[in-house]
């Protein structure tokens, strides 16, 4: 079996159908949708283009999509979730914020992958390329997995602690990386940290066109790194 996992996607259309484009040329035989899907400015269009997916389709659940839940506000600004909350119906916001914490795939040369979002244990919680290996053992605690994919701080890294090897598949939508794209993940005998080509620019006037109710973050992967250290479980 080979996956694509797409994290992170945050209402960026143009950066999904870009990858979805590349992704008709490659062929996999599932797709792990890794949470917070449709925080940003393009919500509904969003969900639709994840809907009509066809074939093993995954989804797990963000902090976003819980957040969606009246009573259930945390870390997404009060006014995008305001926003994204008037582009999906009731019924939209229950079926998001109701997929699973984590999924679990056999992959080709890998074996059993666990896919979450931030963490096995938690969707809110901060682990980067650098936090110690004290600190990741901790969450991993229990998981017996030999591979964890996540993605929550959107920067890709792959790294190995203990005897569990942690791949972050980035964030189509809102990387925080040193070029600008889509970045994803393809998982099969080999671990592809992917970066797909569109024309940021063009989507990031549109953006500023919209009703989008605030800026568009952008950062570089130390600088995202270095931040996201600074407020590690905060």
Request: with cysteine.
């Amino acid at each position: 079996m080979r996956v694509a996992a797409l994290y992170d996607v945050h209402g960026n259309v143009d950066a999904l159908d870009a990858v979805l484009a590349e992704l008709e040329g490659i062929g996999v035989d599932a797709i792990v949708l890794g949470g917070d899907h449709v925080g940003g400015p393009w919500p509904a269009e969003t969900l639709e283009r994840l809907r009509s997916l066809r074939g093993d389709i995954r989804w797990i659940r963000g902090n976003g999509e819980r957040e969606l839940v009246p009573g259930e506000e945390g870390l997404a600004p009060a006014s995008i979730v305001d926003f994204v909350r008037g582009t999906l119906s009731d019924a939209d916001v229950r079926e998001l914020a109701g997929a699973p914490l984590t999924v679990t795939l056999d992959v080709d040369g890998l074996g059993p992958v666990l896919f979450c979002h931030a963490t096995p244990r938690d969707d809110t919680e901060i682990r980067t390329a650098i936090s110690p290996d004290a600190r990741w053992l901790e969450v991993l605690e229990g998981v017996g997995e030999p591979v964890v994919v996540c993605g929550h701080t959107h920067v890709q890294f792959d790294r190995t602690v203990g005897s569990t090897r942690i791949v972050n598949a980035g964030s189509v939508g809102m990387p925080y990386e040193d070029e600008p794209g889509a970045y994803w993940l393809l998982l099969g005998r080999e671990v592809e940290l992917r970066r797909t080509p569109y024309d940021v620019e063009q989507t990031l006037a549109a953006i500023e066109a919209s009703d989008y109710p605030d800026e568009w973050p952008q950062a570089t992967a130390e600088e995202a790194t270095t931040y996201f250290e600074s407020c590690v479980d905060a």
